[in-house]
């Protein structure tokens, strides 16, 4: 069984049709929130995952362009590009993003944005963080995303052992207990400009990472002519 988990694709579709050429033939795509935000495109990124029937769960950004309070913690192109997003979303975009819960189990994987302690907010970034965010699974395994960085933290005799996910690298999990983030589809930040996403395999405990390169050229000129902020566009091809 081949599952593609995608996350923070944040409306760029040419770097979501990428990753789904790329994925090939998979039995399930689950995304981890942060479909929408920043981006240029949230109606065709949602329409792109209706139509491939993509399950997932909320995210910060999903969360203000229904109207949430998130947006008051956005910083001021965060907030610009959300503002953007709130007025140009259509009805149906905005009740399947409504629609999203803040936490999921699939396949014996916990699903959320953030962490398993704050759904939708808190970043794992420190062991620390990770420790206690692996004490509070309630499935061995969690995918996660909201950092916009490939890694996993994986327990490792009552400690979090720090897995950088290099391009191509693989996780067997052995059944232990982990935390695991494929990167970002629409903005990475691990200074690689390609789209980052996973390929899971729950019957061999077997995490793939990818990565897929994407005509990022093509989505700066979508932002420049909605009129999206320019550094948000200018950080595409720096993968930052
Ligand atoms: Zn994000």
């Known amino acids: 069984m081949r599952i593609a988990v995608l996350s923070d694709i944040h409306a760029n579709l040419p770097a979501l049709d990428a990753v789904i050429a790329d994925a090939g033939d998979v039995d399930a795509v689950w995304h981890l929130g942060d479909v929408v935000g920043y981006g240029p495109d949230p109606d065709g990124v949602v329409e792109r995952l209706q139509s491939i029937g993509a399950v997932g769960v909320r995210g910060n950004h999903d969360a203000a362009a229904c109207g949430g309070s998130e947006i008051d913690w956005f910083n001021p192109d965060a907030r610009r590009a959300m503002e953007w997003t709130r007025a140009t979303i259509g009805s149906a975009t905005a009740t399947w993003l409504g629609e999203l819960p803040e936490r999921s189990t699939l396949n014996g994987f916990e699903l959320v944005h953030g962490s398993p302690r704050k759904p939708i907010w808190e970043y794992v970034t420190s062991s620390g963080v990770a420790l206690e965010n ?107």
């Open 134 to 240: 692996l004490a509070l699974l309630t499935a061995p395994v969690c995918l996660h995303g909201h950092t916009h960085v490939p890694v996993a933290w994986v327990e490792a005799g009552g400690r979090v052992e720090l897995v950088r996910a290099a391009r191509g690298s693989h996780l067997e999990l052995g059944g232990r207990r982990a935390l695991v983030n494929p990167g970002s589809v629409g903005q990475p930040r691990d200074g690689d400009p390609d789209a980052s996403y996973a390929i899971v395999d729950p019957e061999a405990g077997v995490v793939s990472w990818r990565r897929v390169a994407y005509d990022v050229a093509a989505v700066q000129a979508a932002m420049r002519a909605a009129g999206l902020p320019a550094s948000l566009s200018a950080r595409l091809p720096l993968g930052l």
